[in-house]
C-alpha cells in the first residue's frame, strides 16, 4: 500500500516544491525505499525552506541514522531538541545512534526525555538488553507490547535488535 502513494507525493512536489512540509514528506518517503541521497538531498531543502521546525531537523536526524551517518545524524537531533525539547520521538533517535556508536548507558539515559510511552519503552528495551539486563529489557517490552497496539513497528524494532527474527515477523 505503501508504494501506492508514491505518485501522489510526486505530484505534490511537482505542484509545491518549495512547500517544507511536502519536501519533508518527500525525503522521508525516499528514505523508507532506499533512496537515501536524494533523501538526505531532500531533507536538506527542507531545512533550508523551513530553518526553525524542529521536525524538519527530526526527520533529517532519522534519514541520516538510517543511512548510516550517526554523527551527523545526532547533530540533527540534538539541534531539534534545542529548539523544541519536548518534541517526541527525538529521544528515541539519540538513543539509537549512542546504541550503534556503543554508548549502551547514554543511550539509556536519554530515554528518559521521551514524553511518549511507546518509545520510552522501545529504547528503554534496546539499551537494557545491549547492557546484558535481559530482565529488565523484558519488563520494558512488556509494558511496550501491554500499552496500545500502534506500537507495532517498535515492537518489531526491539524484537530484530535481539535478533528474534521469528518473533518480530510475528
Not at 22 to 49: C, H, P, Y
Not at 139 to 153: K, P, R, V
Request: aromatic share 12%.
Amino acid at each position: 500500500r505503501l508504494r501506492e502513494g508514491r505518485p501522489h507525493i510526486e505530484r505534490a512536489y511537482e505542484l509545491a516544491p518549495n512547500d517544507a512540509a511536502i519536501v519533508g514528506a518527500l525525503s522521508t518517503w525516499q528514505m523508507m525505499f532506499g533512496n537515501f541521497d536524494r533523501a538526505i538531498e531532500l531533507a536538506r531543502k527542507s531545512i533550508e525552506l523551513d530553518p526553525l521546525s524542529p521536525f524538519t531537523y527530526r526527520e533529517y536526524g532519522r534519514i541520516l541514522f538510517f543511512a548510516g551517518h550517526l554523527d551527523k545524524s545526532l547533530e540533527m537531533y540534538n539541534k531539534a531538541l534545542e529548539m523544541s525539547p519536548d518534541t517526541t520521538s527525538v529521544p528515541m533517535g539519540i538513543s539509537g545512534v549512542k546504541v550503534f556508536q556503543g554508548d549502551y548507558e547514554g543511550a539509556l539515559q536519554v530515554m528518559e526525555r521521551e514524553k511518549l510511552p511507546g518509545y520510552r519503552y522501545c529504547g528503554q528495551a534496546i539499551a537494557t538488553w545491549a547492557l546484558g539486563r535481559h530482565s529488565e529489557s523484558d519488563s520494558h517490552l512488556e509494558a511496550l507490547t501491554s500499552g496500545d497496539d500502534h506500537w507495532g513497528f517498535q515492537i518489531v524494532t526491539v524484537y530484530a535488535f535481539r535478533n528474534d527474527l521469528d518473533r518480530a515477523f510475528e
